[in-house]
């Protein structure tokens, strides 16, 4: 991930946590949850681009920050699935349909 989407997804985690303190080892608990985070949402809700921009505004980083607030107060991941599962299966939805769409398109610009 590039370092400006980094330090604005950590930014707006830290927000979404109330976090105030500008530590290195804060900084560095928040880059470890986001990294790993970005990777279960990614699963989650099946976005297959591994270059996904979460820094924008959207559902996924909603999502994101959620987790990350999840995971930072040391919540269950189970909680924050049963709590957010309408969401999850809306955004996979939604990633299903798209990538039918494009590989249906694939298809017929093949044939």
């Known amino acids: ?47 297959k681009d591994n270059n996904f921009d979460f820094s924008q505004a959207g559902p996924e980083r909603d999502l994101l920050k959620n987790y990350c607030f999840y995971v930072w107060n040391d919540k269950s991941i189970k909680e924050f699935e049963d709590n957010y599962i309408s969401d999850i ?9 798209e990538y039918a769409d494009k590989e249906s398109e694939t298809s017929i610009n093949n044939d």
């Open 1 to 47: 991930m590039e370092d400006i989407k980094k330090v604005i997804l950590i930014q707006i985690v830290k927000r979404k946590c109330y976090i105030t303190d500008n530590s290195d080892l804060i900084k560095n608990r928040l880059e470890d949850i986001i990294d790993d985070a970005i990777i279960k949402i990614t699963e989650m809700i099946g976005i």
């Open 89 to 97: 299966l809306k955004l996979r939805h939604k990633y299903i349909v």
